[in-house]
């Protein structure tokens, strides 16, 4: 390992060709290289070789999403997201002291707390009757009812559902459909045990490194055997099929090979019968479906016998919404953001229509633009022939 902690044949495979700028949101709406990958990646080597860690370095790797588009386009195979995470990690230590705080009491404090985090959760769904919570900041409406009721595991698990942190908490309405589903396909499903609240996805991407290891060795733990470990949100279930190589060892590669994204696992199944809604959906991929998982393909196998697929012509271009990236760089997740709204109004064109989103960081980033989302989950049980069993 290097000086900052890069793999030397990893940050040496980068040949410039430049094949990637075109696949990456930040210098598409910049036309900057110091906001493409290319330039990133100049930025690492420089910093490798000895300038200082300064805050123009800091800015070129936060103003990155992380969405890995470039990844999927490189001809090279440079395996940007591990030099980008590395890279983060090191721009984690020398934020300013407010910054930390805030990272802390987010990272540490409440997101691995389930407790605590449903707890802040209840004090924000008042805050937002009391219409104390701005709109611009694009939080989903908080459900009181769903909130109440907890999701009853079954005995004897044959598949789990991987609920986490955040979702749990503000869409459970969507644990609830992919748990319908999961049933209807003849599932027996079980649930995290404690320690598995939170899989560790946000600290990585955020440059927690560490504890987001400390988090995949509870949430292994949490469930236990050899059934398949189903997961209805694209960045956790990415985070989680790579525990092998964030962790290392046998135990922590036999668990990641036991990790399906929930549209795959349907697939492989088969879904239940469905009646054909004749409702217009427009697919948004998520970055950590498409270009981490190569799973987009089993979101359209499950929904095409009752919905009408619509396409964006976009190349599965980023939302911007990219962990806290919405929240951090809100200017640029903005600007990225209307690139997305308008690829995905052109497809449906003068149809009425939902957009179907498999990760809830992008659809409450889609959502807060104005447009109506669901999960494939909700969609797929909504078109069950008994779908009234979904909530
Ligand atoms: S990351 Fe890959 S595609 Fe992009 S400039 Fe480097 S070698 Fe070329
Ligand atoms: S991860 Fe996404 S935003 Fe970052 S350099 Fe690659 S394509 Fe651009």
């Given at each position: 390992?290097?000086?900052l902690g890069?793999?030397?044949?990893?940050?040496?495979?980068?040949?410039?060709?430049?094949?990637?700028?075109?696949?990456?949101?930040?210098?598409?709406?910049?036309?900057?290289?110091?906001?493409?990958?290319?330039?990133?990646?100049?930025?690492?080597?420089?910093?490798?070789?000895?300038?200082?860690l300064?805050d123009?370095f800091s800015t070129v790797i936060d103003e990155c999403?992380l969405?890995?588009?470039?990844?999927?386009?490189?001809?090279?195979?440079?395996?940007?997201?591990?030099?980008a995470e590395a890279a983060r990690e090191r721009v984690a230590r020398r934020r300013p002291p407010m910054r930390r705080l805030v990272e802390w009491?987010a990272f540490v404090?409440?997101?691995?707390?389930?407790?605590?985090?449903?707890?802040?959760?209840?004090?924000?769904?008042?805050?937002?009757?009391?219409?104390?919570?701005?709109?611009?900041?694009?939080?989903?409406?908080?459900?009181?009812?769903?909130?109440?009721?907890?999701?009853?595991?079954?005995?004897?698990?044959?598949?789990?559902?991987?609920?986490?942190?955040?979702?749990?908490?503000?869409?459970?309405?969507?644990?609830?459909?992919?748990?319908?589903?999961?049933?209807?396909?003849?599932?027996?499903?079980?649930?995290?045990?404690?320690?598995?609240?939170?899989?560790g996805?946000l600290h990585a991407h955020a440059g927690r490194v560490g504890e987001a290891r400390?988090?995949?060795?509870?949430?292994?733990?949490?469930?236990?055997?050899?059934?398949?470990?189903?997961?209805?949100?694209?960045?956790?279930?990415?985070?989680?099929?790579?525990?092998?190589?964030?962790?290392?060892?046998?135990?922590?590669?036999?668990?990641?090979?036991?990790?399906?994204?929930?549209?795959?696992?349907?697939?492989?199944?088969?879904?239940?019968?469905?009646?054909?809604?004749?409702?217009?959906?427009?697919?948004?991929?998520?970055?950590?479906?498409?270009?981490?998982?190569?799973?987009?393909?089993?979101?359209?196998?499950?929904?095409?016998?009752?919905?009408?697929?619509?396409?964006?012509?976009?190349?599965?271009?980023?939302?911007?919404?990219?962990g806290a990236y919405?929240?951090t760089e809100?200017?640029?997740?903005?600007?990225?953001?209307?690139?997305?709204?308008?690829?995905?109004?052109?497809?449906?064109?003068?149809?009425?229509?939902?957009?179907?989103?498999?990760?809830?960081?992008?659809?409450?980033?889609?959502?807060?633009?104005?447009?109506?989302?669901?999960?494939?989950?909700?969609?797929?049980?909504?078109?069950?022939?008994?779908?009234?069993?979904?909530?």
């Amino acid at each position: 390992m290097t000086r900052l902690g890069f793999d030397p044949d990893e940050l040496a495979a980068c040949v410039g060709c430049g094949l990637c700028l075109p696949h990456c949101p930040t210098y598409r709406v910049t036309g900057l290289e110091s906001a493409s990958p290319r330039g990133r990646i100049t930025a690492m080597r420089v910093v490798e070789e000895g300038m200082p860690l300064d805050d123009a370095f800091s800015t070129v790797i936060d103003e990155c999403i992380l969405c890995r588009g470039c990844e999927a386009a490189c001809p090279s195979g440079v395996q940007y997201g591990h030099l980008a995470e590395a890279a983060r990690e090191r721009v984690a230590r020398r934020r300013p002291p407010m910054r930390r705080l805030v990272e802390w009491v987010a990272f540490v404090a409440v997101l691995p707390r389930h407790s605590v985090l449903l707890a802040c959760t209840w004090l924000l769904l008042v805050a937002q009757r009391l219409h104390l919570v701005p709109a611009r900041l694009g939080l989903p409406r908080l459900s009181p009812r769903s909130l109440r009721t907890p999701i009853v595991p079954d005995g004897d698990p044959t598949a789990y559902l991987f609920t986490g942190c955040v979702m749990d908490a503000w869409q459970r309405d969507v644990h609830r459909a992919a748990v319908h589903v999961m049933r209807s396909c003849g599932a027996q499903v079980g649930l995290p045990t404690a320690g598995g609240d939170c899989c560790g996805a946000l600290h990585a991407h955020a440059g927690r490194v560490g504890e987001a290891r400390r988090l995949a060795r509870r949430v292994m733990a949490s469930m236990p055997g050899d059934a398949p470990i189903v997961v209805d949100s694209a960045g956790c279930g990415a985070a989680m099929k790579d525990y092998g190589r964030l962790l290392g060892g046998p135990a922590a590669a036999a668990f990641s090979a036991r990790v399906q994204d929930f549209a795959e696992w349907v697939a492989a199944r088969g879904a239940p019968p469905l009646r054909d809604t004749g409702i217009t959906v427009v697919v948004q991929d998520p970055c950590h479906l498409r270009h981490v998982q190569h799973a987009e393909g089993s979101v359209r196998t499950i929904l095409h016998d009752a919905y009408r697929l619509v396409e964006t012509d976009d190349d599965g271009m980023c939302c911007g919404a990219g962990g806290a990236y919405a929240v951090t760089e809100r200017d640029l997740a903005t600007r990225v953001r209307d690139c997305k709204v308008a690829a995905i109004r052109a497809a449906a064109g003068a149809m009425p229509f939902l957009v179907a989103s498999a990760n809830p960081g992008c659809a409450m980033h889609l959502d807060a633009a104005g447009l109506d989302v669901r999960h494939p989950a909700e969609l797929l049980a909504a078109a069950l022939d008994d779908p009234k069993g979904a909530m």
